[in-house]
Each structure stands twice: as C-alpha cells, then as structure tokens.
C-alpha cells in the first residue's frame, strides 16, 4: 500500500483531497495550510479540504532532477511539466500529468496520486 510522502499536504487520501487553510481576518486561502496568514499575518487559518479541479494557470517543464527525495528512473532522468493550477482561491504548484501532448493554459486539471521513486510513496499532481 502506497503512502504520501508528505502526509500533512492531505485533508484526505480517500478520496484524494489537498489540505489548505483559510485565514479568519481576511479569507485567504493557503497550501500548503500554514499556521500564520501569508497576506495579513493573522494567526489561526482554518483547515480546509481544497477543489480537486481547476485549470492551468501556467506551466514549464522540469528539465533537471529535483534533489532527494526525488529518484531518477535507472534509465536516467526525464524532463516533465510542472505548473500553476488556478482552483478557484488558491494556486497550487503541481506536477502535470498529461500524457504525450503538451499542457494548456486554461486546461482543466483533476487531482490524482503521482508515485514517487519505486513506488512505495506517493506525491499529489493534476492530470486531464
Ligand atoms: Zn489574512
């Protein structure tokens, strides 16, 4: 049974959700949650479950191995895209899933388990 590598990006495993968190002075949502607001310095956001969908707001590719705990295939690194997925509130740094084309921006994106490594853990990333 695969585990996520970072348990504390989660609000749920099943089904898949990411944890956010939203400030009770200003309403601004935050992932991952944090203890303390980012835009007015409140203290206490609420944890929140995020949307599971929304669209690319921008993306890249990967072209270097990220450092540990990311592992590189035995048969050496692949380049793969990377970007922005607007969900409404909040953008989420994600990997992008979408097989052999290419993301766009204005896609719409659903939440899904990325294994890591040998497959043992799990990361999050959004896919079409
Ligand atoms: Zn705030």
Redesign the pocket.
Known sequence: MSRPLAPELFASLDPLSLAGSR?P??A?VQFPPAPQ?A??A?DGPAPIALPTSGRIWTWTVQRFAPKAPYVSPASGFVPYPVGYVDLGEVLVETLLQVGDRSPAIGDEVHLRRAPVGTGEHFTYAFGA
Request: with cysteine.
């Open positions: 400030c002075a200003c601004t607001c835009h007015c409140a």
